[in-house]
Structures are given as C-alpha cells and as structure tokens.
C-alpha cells in the first residue's frame, strides 16, 4: 500500500463495513485519527455487516475517523500531486489546463475532388 498523502482522494471501510471516499486533509499520530475533507459515505453497500447502511446521498465537509476503527484503506493514484519532495512544505491544486483554441484550417476538399 502506498503511503497517502495530503491532499489525496482515497477510499477507506471501517469495521462497521461502511465505505466513505474523500479527501485526505489531516494525519493526526498522537491521537491515532484520519480525517478526510469532501466525504462521500457509500454506506455497506454489498458487505457484510451487523446492520445494512445504505449510501448517502449527502456530501459531508469532513470526517475524523479513529485509526482503529479503519478496516481497509485505499489511496487512489494522484498524477495532479507533486513529487515526493522532503523540499516541498505545501503545494496548492494545479491550476486547469486551458484548451487550446487553435482548430485546424478548413483547406476545404481533397485537391483533385470536383463538386
């Protein structure tokens, strides 16, 4: 498993087997919790669990979790996320590319087509 990163999207199941998805926004060690930003719950779905949670449809702005209480975690690949740098103290969201708005010319038919 991939070591997770600020900033991250990842995926995690509790022990209650209710699978949330968002953001990674703070690793607290000392008191052994994870908190996720911009939290979607998808609830127990097909899982096995004591009681059935079903997903909701509510998007919370964030989530601290006991790190005891995580069954299964999941770091989704971020190719928006800068390198592993130790130099890097913070980095913001890249900013949007801007398409391009060069089109080709229309050089109209195939030399050689007549109408």
């Known amino acids: 498993m991939s070591v997770p990163r600020l900033g991250q999207?990842?995926?995690?199941?509790s022990k209650s087997s209710i699978k949330y998805e968002g953001t990674l926004a703070d690793?607290?060690?000392?008191?052994?919790?994870?908190?996720?930003?911009?939290?979607?719950?998808?609830?127990?779905?097909?899982?096995?669990?004591?009681?059935f949670v079903p997903k909701s449809d509510q998007l919370?702005?964030?989530?601290?979790?006991?790190?005891?209480?995580?069954?299964?975690?999941?770091?989704?690949?971020?190719s928006n996320m800068p390198p592993a740098d130790p130099a890097i103290v913070t980095a913001g969201p890249p900013r949007p590319q801007h398409q391009s708005g060069h089109h080709a010319p229309n050089r109209g038919p195939p030399m050689g087509h007549h109408n």
């Open 9 to 13: 999207k990842l995926s995690l199941i």
């Open 27 to 51: 690793i607290n060690a000392a008191a052994n919790t994870l908190t996720l930003s911009s939290v979607t719950m998808y609830g127990t779905e097909e899982r096995p669990a004591a009681t």
């Open 60 to 78: 919370f702005e964030f989530i601290v979790f006991r790190g005891n209480d995580i069954k299964d975690l999941t770091v989704y690949p971020d």
